[in-house]
Each structure stands twice: as C-alpha cells, then as structure tokens.
T-cell receptor, first 113, second 112 residues
Framework: EPEVTQTPSHQVTQMGQEVILRCVPI?????FYWYRQILGQKVEFLVS????????KSEIFDDQFSVERPDGSNFTLKIRSTKLEDSAMYFC???????????FGPGTRLTVL | SQQGEEDPQALSIQEGENATMNCSYK?????LQWYRQNSGRGLVHLIL?????REKHSGRLRVTLDTSKKSSSLLITASRAADTASYFC????????????FGEGTQLTVNP
C-alpha cells in the first residue's frame, strides 16, 4: 500500500538555526499538507499546497515558515530561524483531491534546544 | 468549545467490551475523519464519513454522523488490547478549504 514518508524521523537543532523537514507524498496525490503536534496537545494545521502554490495557511504559518515542492516527488517545510516553541512533531499529509482522505506520514520530531 | 471536541477525554475498558467515543463540532462540514495515534507515533486514518452520510462501517469500527446535532461517534466493538491508542476526530469544514481541524482526542486503554 502506498504511504507518505518523512525524513528525518528526529531532528535536533539549536535555536536560531534553519531546518528543512522532508516529505514524499503518495505519488498520484495532488494536495499536500503540513500539520504539527506539540507534545501533549492536539494536531494543528499549518499549510496546504496545491498546483505549486500555497492554497491555505494558518496563523501559525508565519514568515519563518516556507514550503516547497522542489521536484516531482519531495515536499519540504523550512523553518528559517527556529524557536524553542517550534519543538513539536511535524506531520506531512497528502490527498488525491480536495475534501478527500488525508494520508499522514509518520512524522518528524523536531527538538529545538 | 472548539471545533472537533471529543469525549470522553479518557476511557478504560476490558478486552472484549465495546468502546464509544464522541465528537462534537461547530461549523458545517464536508466530511469528518477519524484517526488513531499510538503514543508518539503517526496518525492512522480509520474512516471518513461525508456530510450526506449517516453511518459507516469498517471491520469492527462503526461511525455515525448527525449533522443536525453536529456530532459523530466512533464505536469499536469487541475491543482488543492492541486498540489502546488515542483517537481523534478531524473535521473538513465547508468554508475552510481542505484543512482538517482536530479535536483533543480520546485516550482509550483496553485492559487485557
């Protein structure tokens, strides 16, 4: 069964450093998402991406965040200058269409020291 | 209260019993999806129910949706210890593109 993959599984970084989280969505999916889950809290939407542009973003997704689909398979989330409060599990998801089932990756645990 | 609130927050049952988790939401939706998460792990999709559907089954799972009450329930029948996990409902609201809004989740513990 096709699945969404994410790398790395765990990333530790120093405050102020840039990080790039990588995702490979399911190959025939057209919609891509990033969510995050701070430890012990609920999953929060960050951004959705379709047709090579952001289709929706939340208030969390400020200028420190960016997304890119650099080639036909990868989908990346960049945090320009990490803060302590960016420590969370980051999930990538993809779907074949709008309002369709979203398939989630296993997540990247980001720890900012 | 927030979009996609589950109750109870925690539920502990014996193996073989049924587990029912409820979810309430505030806005009109395209669909509602239930996910499962084992501790510290990824989100596993269980069922998607559309706003024009009232009930859906998948194996031991049964999901109902009442759009007039803006609520949904997830029933797990004949529970197993391996069903121990957190269960989340997530709504795809009519007015907000495809973003999913998650609830706080129900922590289910199934005792052997």
């Amino acid at each position: 069964e096709p699945e969404v993959t994410q790398t790395p599984s765990h990333q530790v970084t120093q405050m102020g450093q840039e990080v790039i989280l990588r995702c490979v969505p399911i190959s025939n999916h057209l919609y891509f998402y990033w969510y995050r889950q701070i430890l012990g809290q609920k999953v929060e939407f960050l951004v959705s991406f379709y047709n090579n542009e952001i289709s929706e973003k939340s208030e969390i997704f400020d200028d420190q965040f960016s997304v890119e689909r650099p080639d036909g398979s990868n989908f990346t989330l960049k945090i320009r200058s990490t803060k302590l409060e960016d420590s969370a599990m980051y999930f990538c998801a993809s779907s074949i269409g709008t309002s369709a089932q979203q398939f989630f990756g296993p997540g990247t645990r980001l720890t900012v020291l | 209260s927030q979009q996609g609130e589950e109750d109870p927050q925690a539920l502990s049952i014996q193996e073989g019993e049924n587990a029912t988790m409820n979810c309430s939401y505030k806005t009109s939706i395209n669909n509602l999806q239930w996910y499962r998460q084992n501790s510290g792990r990824g989100l596993v999709h269980l069922i998607l129910i559309r706003s024009n559907e009232r009930e859906k089954h998948s194996g031991r799972l049964r999901v109902t949706l009442d759009t007039s009450k803006k609520s949904s329930s997830l029933l797990i029948t004949a529970s197993r210890a391996a069903d121990t996990a957190s269960y989340f409902c997530a709504t795809d609201a009519l007015a907000s593109g495809s973003r999913l809004t998650f609830g706080e989740g129900t922590q289910l513990t199934v005792n052997p």
